[in-house]
C-alpha cells in the first residue's frame, strides 16, 4: 500500500538562532556550504537578541545558538549547556563617514558626551559591558534613542542619526557602505560561541553546521587568534 503521509519519514531540519553580528558576517556561507554537502536537510534561523538565543537554546527550541555569552553577574536562562568559543573581537564605535569623530583615531568615553548614542536594550550583553566601562570613566552618555539590535543600530548610523557602539563583525560583509568605525579604548572584548543543550545530544547534520560556522568565523579577516582562552572542543558550563 502507499504509505500515508503521517507515515512517510519527516526531512530532517537544523534550527539555528543567532543575534545580528554572527548572522550577518557568519551564517550565510555556513549555510551556503552546508546547502552543498547536505542538500537533503532543511535549515531554518531565527534572528533574535543574545538574551533570546540563550532562552532558546535552553527550552530545545533550537539546536544551535550562536551569539555573546551572557555578561558577568546576570542570571542565563541557560542552565545545561555546552559552548564553543569561535571569535573574539573588540568593541568599536561606529558613525557616518562625515561624522565629527571620524577625525579621530579612537574612540573614548569622554568623546560621547553630548552626542547622541544609540543604544542597544539594557540586558544585552554588549550594553552591560559598555555600561560598566562607561560607570568607571564617570560618563554619562543620553538615552534617547534605543535599537533593539546592531543591525538596526547600523540602520540609524547610516542614515547619520548617530553613533554606535558594536562588535565590528556586522561591518565584515560591507552593506553599510557610508559607515566607519574607529576602536573604542579602553578595549570591551566580545566573544561569539555556539552553545547547545547538553542534555539533548547533536544530530550529525547539526555538529557539521556548527563545524562550517566555526570555520567560516576563523576565516574571517582580522579573526583573532583565541589561544588558551578558546573553549577546547565542547565545554559544559
Not at 36 to 54: K, T
Not at 108 to 117: H, N
Not at 121 to 140: I, K, Y
Not at 197 to 203: D, E, N
Request: with cysteine; net charge neutral.
Amino acid at each position: 500500500e502507499e504509505p500515508t503521509a503521517l507515515a512517510k519519514p519527516s526531512t530532517p531540519t537544523v534550527t539555528v538562532a543567532a543575534h545580528a553580528p554572527p548572522m550577518m558576517a557568519l551564517l550565510p556561507k555556513a549555510i551556503h556550504r552546508f546547502q552543498a554537502s547536505h542538500p537533503e536537510v532543511n535549515v531554518r534561523v531565527q534572528v533574535v537578541g543574545p538574551p533570546e538565543v540563550l532562552k532558546q537554546v535552553a527550552h530545545h527550541e533550537v539546536d544551535l545558538g550562536v551569539t555573546n555569552p551572557p555578561a558577568p553577574n546576570t542570571i542565563s536562562y541557560v542552565q545545561m549547556r555546552e559552548r564553543c568559543t569561535i571569535s573574539e573581537d573588540l568593541m568599536v564605535a561606529v558613525m557616518h563617514r562625515r561624522h565629527p569623530l571620524v577625525a579621530r583615531s579612537t574612540v573614548r568615553p569622554e568623546d560621547l558626551v553630548g552626542l547622541d548614542v544609540i543604544a542597544l536594550p539594557e540586558e544585552s550583553p554588549t550594553s552591560m559591558l559598555l555600561r560598566a566601562t562607561l560607570q568607571e570613566a564617570g560618563v554619562q552618555v543620553g538615552k534617547g534613542i534605543m535599537a533593539s539590535t546592531s543591525m538596526g543600530v547600523c540602520a540609524l548610523v547610516q542614515q547619520n542619526v548617530g553613533i554606535g557602539l558594536i562588535n565590528p563583525m556586522l561591518l565584515s560583509t560591507g552593506i553599510f557602505p557610508d559607515i566607519v568605525s574607529r576602536p573604542f579604548r579602553p578595549r570591551i572584548e566580545l566573544w561569539t560561541e555556539i552553545y547547545h543543550s547538553a542534555i539533548r545530544p547533536l544530530s550529525e547534520e547539526a555538529q557539521v553546521l556548527a563545524r562550517y560556522i566555526e570555520e567560516v568565523a576563523l576565516a574571517l579577516p582580522g579573526a583573532v587568534a583565541l589561544g588558551k582562552r578558546r573553549a577546547k572542543g565542547r565545554v559544559a558550563v
